[in-house]
């Protein structure tokens, strides 16, 4: 018997997203990382959103604080209580101060209550636990495009929701508006899809822009005429470096009256605090059902007793909170602008944001053919060649194709130098290239024809991009390793 015929239709379907570019990126990466001295050559990672900028500040926290740790000697005295069994709402004085700390990330303007708080693994667990309390399988939410590729997995994998794309273009700067909204509701419920609800990512991944007031007026409006769930993910709320300032959805429903038991928010510390290995996810809901039932199922995606008591003492230090929160955003800022700076000079534009960890990077005009097709030619030449692991837009379900999220929030100066170098190079040899076309224009032809023959494959088939999920473990990519 093959042992796949032993296992779940659910382990074994295609859900998990595993063909996908952006993980034959991690997997070149993976195999030649690039390093300033040992590995000059090697594949930089540049997929990964991860904020390493202010890893410092929250060292010297930690040392300046040894007893907010029970695995040191100034802390071992809370290790027993610590250590045991916890119910599933967390220690109180850790809801506390993720509820106080999630209100300073909003300037102030709004208050969270600590009983509405509920856990999960991870921004991951905690999109998947929301699922589970709104949806049933078969069930569809609206998410604007192009959107977070995990998603695809994270909220369909296990609970068999449907997620349909709300198509955004580059002509308005990928907003969502209220008629795209109407038009893939309209849709779906012509093909009778049963549509719950409307998922938001605001700061948008992979676009790193926000939402603004209006528009977040209408999306409440939307979902409120229609009796449908909006669940915004404002995981990278506190990754704003530039002006405007971050709106969030629980400002928005204090000036307007809506039904509030639809209104349900996802945060976590991996962005926002650059701390993913500590799988701090959170539900927040206006709901008194879904906050109940989210309890219940928290038991299995609940963050430790150890690294709630840690961040609670953290988060709950405002002087530290408030220079870290100012800090980060000065940091991500200056990165930024080294990063787009350093495209400008060779012709690469960038759509305009303020926040996230990464940018939309523009490439249409280097593209052979304006196709996906052609997307995924360019995307091969890059981290084959090129040696950048950059993520295409077909991966984020984005309708036009040229389009790369970049990533620069996850290494040091230096290896943005050497990124930026890469990428000099390369824009200024497709110039000479077109310019005359010599024996290195065909060598390069001819190692584009073969980078398409040299992708290796899983199971040795090509799935459309658009059905591509880039976010599932590989061996020995650092999702599996973290688990």
Request: glycine fraction near 8%; aromatic fraction near 10%.
């Amino acid at each position: 018997m093959v042992s796949g015929q032993l296992l779940s239709r659910i382990a074994t379907n295609e859900g998990h997203g595993e063909n996908s570019p952006y993980f034959d990126g991690w997997k070149e990466y993976d195999g030649n990382p690039f390093h300033p001295t040992d590995n000059p050559d090697g594949v930089i990672q540049m997929g990964l959103a991860e904020n390493q900028l202010s890893f410092d500040l929250i060292t010297d926290w930690i040392k300046q604080n040894p007893e907010a740790s029970i695995c040191n000697a100034e802390g071992v005295d809370k290790f027993k209580d610590i250590a045991n069994f916890q119910d599933y709402h967390g220690l109180r004085e850790f809801r506390e101060a993720i509820a106080k700390f999630m209100g300073m990330v909003r300037g102030g303007k709004v208050t969270f209550d600590p009983d509405r708080v509920v856990m999960g693994g991870g921004a991951t667990g905690a999109n998947e636990l929301i699922m589970f309390c709104l949806a049933d399988p078969g069930d569809a939410f609206l998410v604007p495009s192009p959107y977070y590729p995990a998603f695809d997995r994270d909220l369909t994998w296990r609970t068999g929701v449907q997620i349909i794309p709300v198509d955004c273009y580059s002509s308005n700067n990928f907003q969502v508006t209220k008629d795209a909204l109407i038009s893939a509701y309209d849709k779906a419920q012509d093909a009778g899809i049963n549509v719950k609800g409307l998922i938001i990512a605001n700061p948008s991944n992979p676009l790193g822009t926000i939402l603004d007031r209006e528009t977040l007026k209408d999306l409440v409006s939307f979902i409120n005429e229609r009796n449908i769930h909006l669940v915004a993910d404002e995981i990278y709320a506190a990754t704003i470096f530039s002006s405007p300032s971050f709106i969030s959805v629980a400002e928005i429903i204090q000036e307007m009256d809506c039904n509030r038991d639809l209104i349900h928010i996802v945060y976590s510390l991996s962005k926002d605090m650059g701390l993913p290995g500590f799988r701090v996810g959170i539900v927040y809901s206006y709901n008194d059902a879904v906050v109940n039932c989210g309890r219940r199922m928290s038991s299995f995606g609940l963050v430790s007793s150890q690294t709630q008591y840690l961040l609670a003492s953290m988060l709950s230090d405002e002087e530290f909170v408030k220079n870290f929160l100012a800090e980060s955003s000065r940091r991500l800022n200056k990165r930024h602008n080294m990063f787009t700076k350093g495209l400008e000079q060779v012709g690469i534009s960038c759509l305009k944001g303020n926040a996230g960890l990464y940018v939309w990077m523009d490439l249409r005009h280097l593209l052979k053919e304006p196709t996906f097709e052609g997307e995924m030619a360019l995307w091969r030449v890059i981290i084959y060649q090129v040696k950048l692991n950059v993520s295409p837009g077909s991966s984020f379900h984005c309708k036009e194709p040229g389009w790369f999220r970049v990533c620069f929030a996850n290494m040091d100066d230096e290896t943005v130098e050497a990124a930026l170098k890469r990428i000099r190079a390369f824009v200024c040899k497709g110039k000479e290239d077109q310019e005359m076309p010599t024996k290195s224009s065909k060598r390069w032809q001819k190692n584009l024809r073969l980078s398409f023959s040299a992708r290796r494959f899983e199971e040795g088939v090509m799935l459309s991009p658009h059905m591509m999920s880039p976010h599932s473990p590989i061996p020995h990519s650092p999702l599996v390793r973290a688990k």
